[in-house]
């Protein structure tokens, strides 16, 4: 069910936050929409800022194109375009010691550096991921990579990884030659509170016993597994989705939807669980 409500919503969902400013021609540009989706999971780096893809639009909306595909042109620019940003970002810096300015220079500027220094040594983003062999190899590649993965927590690694591997999407780095079910998830608080309200999870990580708060990273592991074992064919990346939209538009923290969710005639409701 969660596969199915996420190939239904994932592409739309997309394309209504994020894709809509996109001329037919910027949707068919692999290099570009690669660098696009890197400068967005930089921003979103828990996997659910609706003020990070706003910020892209932004972005592009006043420097066009031009700023993704020529970012030599722009490494000197910060100051207005930090001034751009700081109007529309509203990064998460509890458990950083930086402040909101601090967290958009560090990932803005450290989008454009890292394309102009990926551009030097491989001419681009696509023929550095083009020589990844699965999706787990490839989410490695970005991880490792002192550039990118410094750019990327692991949440907003496994997004971009599922972004730019999955066939149902845009870039489709292995032009299919990658089984879906190979593509990792994102798992996210709201993707483990679903999964552990619903039931599918028979024992869960939290944070505390005052709040139940799940500890998503604990438990993406051996989410992973089980969707793996129950589906070994499945799509682990649209399941993934299935449950963060389920999350994000019925199963609130305070005053879950549960009458009108999708998933409701098996949930088991346990709604002690919570993503934050």
């Given at each position: 069910?969660?596969?199915?409500?996420g190939?239904q919503?994932l592409?739309?969902?997309m394309?209504?936050?994020?894709?809509?400013?996109?001329?037919?021609?910027?949707?068919?540009?692999?290099?570009?929409?690669s660098?696009?989706?890197?400068?967005?999971?930089?921003?979103?780096?828990q996997?659910?800022?609706e003020s990070?893809?706003?910020?892209?639009?932004?972005?592009?909306?006043?420097?066009?194109?031009?700023?993704?595909?020529n970012?030599?042109?722009?490494?000197d620019?910060?100051?207005?375009?930090?001034?751009l940003?700081?109007?529309?970002?509203?990064?998460k810096?509890?458990?950083l010691r930086l402040t909101?300015?601090?967290?958009?220079?560090?990932?803005v500027?450290?989008?454009?550096?890292?394309?102009?220094n990926?551009?030097?040594?491989y001419?681009?983003?696509?023929?550095?991921?083009?020589?990844?062999?699965s999706?787990?190899?490839?989410?490695?590649?970005?991880?490792?990579?002192p550039?990118?993965?410094g750019?990327?927590?692991e949440?907003a690694?496994?997004?971009?990884?599922?972004?730019?591997?999955?066939?149902?999407?845009?870039?489709?780095?292995?032009?299919?030659?990658?089984k879906?079910?190979?593509i990792?998830?994102?798992?996210d608080?709201?993707?483990?509170k679903?999964?552990?309200r619903?039931g599918?999870?028979?024992?869960?990580?939290?944070?505390?016993?005052r709040?139940?708060?799940?500890?998503?990273r604990e438990?993406?592991e051996?989410?992973?597994r089980?969707v793996?074992?129950?589906?070994?064919n499945?799509?682990?990346?649209?399941?993934d989705?299935g449950?963060?939209?389920?999350?994000l538009?019925y199963?609130?923290?305070e005053?879950?939807?549960?009458?009108?969710?999708?998933i409701?005639?098996?949930?088991?409701?346990n709604?002690?669980?919570?993503?934050?």
């Amino acid at each position: 069910m969660l596969e199915s409500i996420g190939i239904q919503h994932l592409e739309p969902s997309m394309r209504q936050s994020l894709l809509y400013p996109l001329s037919d021609g910027l949707l068919k540009d692999k290099e570009f929409l690669s660098r696009y989706f890197l400068l967005t999971a930089a921003l979103d780096q828990q996997a659910e800022s609706e003020s990070a893809r706003k910020t892209v639009i932004q972005i592009y909306s006043r420097y066009g194109a031009d700023f993704f595909m020529n970012p030599d042109k722009y490494a000197d620019k910060l100051h207005p375009i930090l001034s751009l940003v700081k109007q529309h970002y509203k990064p998460k810096v509890r458990v950083l010691r930086l402040t909101a300015n601090g967290a958009s220079l560090l990932r803005v500027g450290g989008f454009l550096l890292t394309l102009i220094n990926v551009e030097q040594e491989y001419g681009g983003l696509i023929q550095f991921f083009s020589h990844s062999e699965s999706p787990s190899n490839l989410l490695t590649l970005i991880e490792n990579d002192p550039l990118i993965g410094g750019l990327l927590y692991e949440k907003a690694a496994r997004m971009y990884t599922g972004w730019i591997s999955h066939p149902n999407l845009w870039i489709n780095i292995s032009n299919g030659e990658w089984k879906v079910s190979d593509i990792p998830m994102v798992v996210d608080g709201h993707v483990c509170k679903v999964l552990a309200r619903a039931g599918f999870l028979t024992r869960v990580s939290v944070e505390d016993l005052r709040k139940y708060v799940v500890k998503a990273r604990e438990e993406r592991e051996n989410i992973e597994r089980e969707v793996s074992r129950i589906l070994p064919n499945g799509d682990r990346f649209m399941i993934d989705f299935g449950a963060f939209y389920i999350g994000l538009n019925y199963c609130h923290e305070e005053q879950p939807k549960c009458d009108s969710c999708p998933i409701k005639e098996i949930c088991r409701k346990n709604r002690m669980f919570r993503a934050y």
